[in-house]
């Protein structure tokens, strides 16, 4: 059985038939769904959907794509919206300097304080990071030296470096269907060498649906798909890789375990 551990159940694509999306994905031998908001506008459906779904968690948090939309967002709203029981993770936050849509600055400070509750709370940090590698791993470092708190890198596509680093400091890597792509050749190598015990899988759907469904939405259910291609680029039964991977979701997110 797997997990998907990163899908957005809320957007086009997936909200205008959710039962049968979910439906489609047990099918195909899913078994738990990590439910990710981005701004603080979704954070009721988000956590309504996990409320009334028994095998779906949620998470909340603010994207840097937003954060420009939430410069008056406190700690507080931030550590109340995480006692609901359904909610297992803090995020997606981080830093995205490809698109910059937002202040960098402004991204930088919420991303500290997603890192404060975590420690706080206990509950993991969602962690979404592209071109910005050297900020990213500056405030890890810097975070981890005020007292530790567990955290994820979602949707790996970093730099083997940057990942040796993140592994280093005890972070997991999760990675999408993009490491099917026929040109991810870098990823793909990487996808080898991440420790069993670190690793999960995720769609990051509607989104990046992975060979053979590229142009399609993505559904969790495509979760499957890139198990098997990364258990493949391994050497191992995809029926190893998902025992792993689920047993490392449930052990970082051990909200959902409890």
Not at 1 to 9: A, E, G, R, Y
Not at 132 to 140: M, R
Not at 230 to 254: C, H, K, Q, V
Request: aromatic letters at 8%; hydrophobic letters at 40%; proline letters at 4%.
């Amino acid at each position: 059985m797997l997990v998907d551990s990163h899908c957005h159940l809320e957007y086009e694509g997936l909200v205008d038939d959710q039962a049968g999306v979910l439906d489609r994905a047990r099918g195909a031998g899913v078994k738990a769904f990590l439910n990710i908001s981005t701004r603080q506008a979704e954070w009721e459906q988000v956590v309504g959907t996990a409320r009334k779904t028994p095998d779906v968690y949620a998470s909340v948090g603010i994207h840097p794509h937003n954060a420009d939309e939430h410069l008056d967002l406190t700690r507080e709203d931030l550590l109340a919206a995480t006692r609901d029981p359904k909610v297992i993770g803090i995020g997606e936050t981080g830093l995205d300097y490809y698109y910059d849509h937002s202040d960098r600055e402004a991204q930088k400070r919420l991303f500290r304080m997603h890192i404060d509750v975590a420690r706080e709370t206990g509950l993991p940090v969602i962690i979404h990071t592209r071109d910005a590698e050297a900020d990213t791993l500056d405030i890890l470092e810097g975070e981890l030296g005020e007292g530790a708190f567990p955290a994820l890198i979602h949707c790996f596509t970093a730099s083997a470096k940057f990942g040796e680093q993140v592994l280093a400091l005890g972070l997991s890597i999760s990675l999408s269907g993009i490491v099917t792509f026929k040109n991810a050749k870098d990823l793909q190598a990487m996808a080898k060498t991440i420790p069993q015990d670190r690793l999960l899988v995720e769609t990051d759907s509607p989104f990046l649906a992975p060979v053979p469904h590229r142009g399609k939405s993505c559904e969790p259910g495509y979760v499957r798909d890139t198990a098997a291609f990364i258990a493949g680029l391994r050497g191992e039964s995809l029926e190893t890789l998902a025992d792993y991977t689920t047993r490392n979701f449930y052990r970082l997110f051990s909200k959902a375990a409890a």
